[in-house]
């Protein structure tokens, strides 16, 4: 298994007077939701050992779950109501507005981003399955050509989506939606490829099965493939993406156990949570703060979450005010520099990612994200960002 490249300081995640503690998402302010006993629904946002419910979105709601955040501090997720309906929703600290595609019987949002704009997937009135994006209010179906079915399941500061489609066979391939073009992702030799998340620099995290069923994860960048493998692992599962190229995910050990992962560049580092006897990585954001999921012994219901933070040199600030002309959606300065040695995560195409990202790779405070026009954080937010209740310093 990989040796320790970062150490991580461990801090735990459970929703008192909850059973286990599930986490899905996080920004670049350190914000994190989740849900507590997903089926009795106990939905929240935690920031600095701090919990907010999430109120439902109409009387009578149940299953809330909260799926994305955005740099905003905007949530989507999905509830049901009546005997049947599944809906969307944002809220937007405590404001919500229903998403609810025409004609359909379940709407299911996945992404949300720095301009609200939501991507997901719809069933319509045949039981079929259609991506969606919605802006304000205005609806977009993404259905790839001569797919049964199409998934949409990130979207980024370009408006670019990524998303999932069955074939006539049932095979699964990704896809990249991108202004009324798709472009369709296969990794080579795979029998299946999926894909999960795409950054604001369009590189593509997913999975792909091989044809001995082993699984593997992959990065996608303009037309070339990466292959992800922890070395001596059984399974390799990538889940998330964030602006700099690192990615997380979970791998399988020899004996079947779980483990948590960061790659960088090469690089693999194992996280682990201490105490815990499985750990599963599921996001990360701009200053490579991790978030997932660890089986814990001492508790009722077995698995918690948990906020692994970077040390040596991971110091960020991860919003610097209102610096309208830098903002990358407007051709600002964000990103432009070319990827040359020395400095990390510029390059000429990534110019609309949401913010001026890894100015230096030494060790050092990092400038991870510089504003945006739509960010409604102070100047300062994000400084350093604190965490709650130790578990303890461990290494990945």
Known sequence: MPEPATSYTFTGIALGGTHYTDLTAINDAGEVVGVGDAEEGHPFVYDNGTFTALNPPVLGAFNITPTAINDRGEVTGTYSYGPSGQYGFVDDNGAYTTLDVPGATATDPEAINDSGEVAGTYVGSSGERYGFVDDNGTYTTLNVPGATETFADAINDRGEVAGNYDDSSGTEHAFIYDNGRFIRLNVPGAVTTTALVINDRGEVVGDYTDSGGTEHGFVYDNGRFVRLHVPGASDTIAEDIN?????????????????????????????????????SAVAIND??????????????????????????????????????????????????????????????????????????????????????????????????????????????
């Open 243 to 279: 602006n700099r190229g690192e990615v997380v995910g979970t791998y399988k050990d020899s004996s079947g156990v779980d483990h948590g992962f960061v790659y960088d560049d090469g690089t693999y580092s194992t996280l682990d949570v201490p105490g815990g006897t499985s750990t």
């Open 287 to 396: 200053r490579g703060e991790v978030i997932g999921t660890y089986a814990d012994p001492t508790a009722t219901g077995g698995e918690q979450g948990f906020l692994a933070t970077p040390q040596g040199g991971e110091a960020t600030m991860a919003g610097f005010g209102e610096l309208l002309s830098a903002h990358a959606r407007h051709g600002g300065v964000n990103d432009l520099l070319p990827r040359i040695p020395g400095i990390r995560g510029g390059s000429p195409h990534s110019a609309h990612a949401s913010g001026m990202m890894d100015q230096t790779p030494a060790p050092g405070a990092r400038l991870t994200s510089f504003g945006s026009p739509e960010s409604d954080h102070t100047a300062t937010q994000a400084l350093l960002h604190g965490s709650g209740t130790s578990l303890g310093a461990g290494s990945g």
